[in-house]
DNA sequence: CGGCTGACTGCGA
DNA sequence: TTCGCAGCCAGCC
């Protein structure tokens, strides 16, 4: 049960820079099926000792739902922008940062 | 213990 | 394509 918390962050911590991915699309990895919400809370209650990519995960609209989670709000999109995601409007750009992990 | 909420997604109209 | 509803499960009151 718990090893699903550590299964998130391990997956997100395997997504390359530059790219992004979804809660659902975790959380079908890990077998979870719709439990995508699990994905976005683990992230959320994610240890403080662990340093997790949590910026590089989104909705399947690619929209920064996460991003008022973040201290400051706009650091999450800040960092994207860091690492050349490229954003359609509010959204990443899905078609050329969109990071399947079990295809690579 | 019971009920509500939430960093979501899929399906039907 | 867009809008609305149901499902999933952990955490908090």
Redesign the pocket.
């Known amino acids: ?2 090893d ?2 550590q299964r998130v962050y391990a997956l997100v911590g395997e997504i390359p820079f530059g790219r992004v991915t ?4 975790i ?2 990895v890990l077998g ?15 240890p403080d000792n662990l340093d ?1 990519p ?2 590089r ?5 690619g ?8 201290d400051p709000p706009e650091l ?1 999109r800040a960092l994207l922008e860091a690492e050349g995601v490229t954003f359609d409007g509010e959204a990443v750009d899905m078609r050329k940062h969109y990071w399947d992990p079990e295809e690579g």
């Open positions: 049960v718990n699903f918390y979804t809660y659902g699309t959380a079908r979870a099926g719709r439990s995508s919400r699990l994905v976005g809370h683990a992230l959320k209650v994610v997790i949590c910026h995960v989104v909705n399947r609209n929209e920064l739902s996460g991003m008022m989670q973040f999450m």
